[in-house]
Structure formats: structure tokens, C-alpha cells
């Protein structure tokens, strides 16, 4: 025997509706990660720029301590 889907028209709006939800969903958590990504690229560009004032400040007094 051979079973036959018993669907409608109905069914086929309603995988429409929940595919449409879905990659509305997907797009806000992508949107998400990319704000997340770009903050945290912020960050590190701050991160490295004091790293960078704290190696020249080290190199600084290294250079004062040989005197």
C-alpha cells in the first residue's frame, strides 16, 4: 500500500508562515553576531592601542634605568 499525504492548501501556507519566521529569526541572530563581532573588533583596536602605550612606556624606563 501507498500512503498518500492528505494535505491542503493550508499546509502548504502554514510551512510558508514557518520558513518566513524562520529566516526572520535567523537574519535578527545574524544581525546580532555582527554587532557582537564589531564590538568586539572595538575592543581589541583599544585593547592593542594600550598595549601599545604600555611596551613603549616599558621601553621608556628600561632606556632611564641604563642611564
Known sequence: MIKQNK???NDLEEQID???????????QCRK????I???ELK??????E???????NNNIKTM???
Open 7 to 9: 494535505r491542503g492548501p
Open 18 to 28: 514557518m520558513l518566513t519566521k524562520q529566516k526572520e529569526y535567523l537574519q535578527r
Open 33 to 36: 553576531a555582527g554587532e557582537a
Open 38 to 40: 564589531l564590538n568586539q
Open 44 to 49: 581589541f583596536d583599544a585593547l592593542s592601542k
Open 51 to 57: 598595549y601599545d602605550k604600555v611596551v613603549e612606556e
Open 65 to 67: 634605568m641604563k642611564k
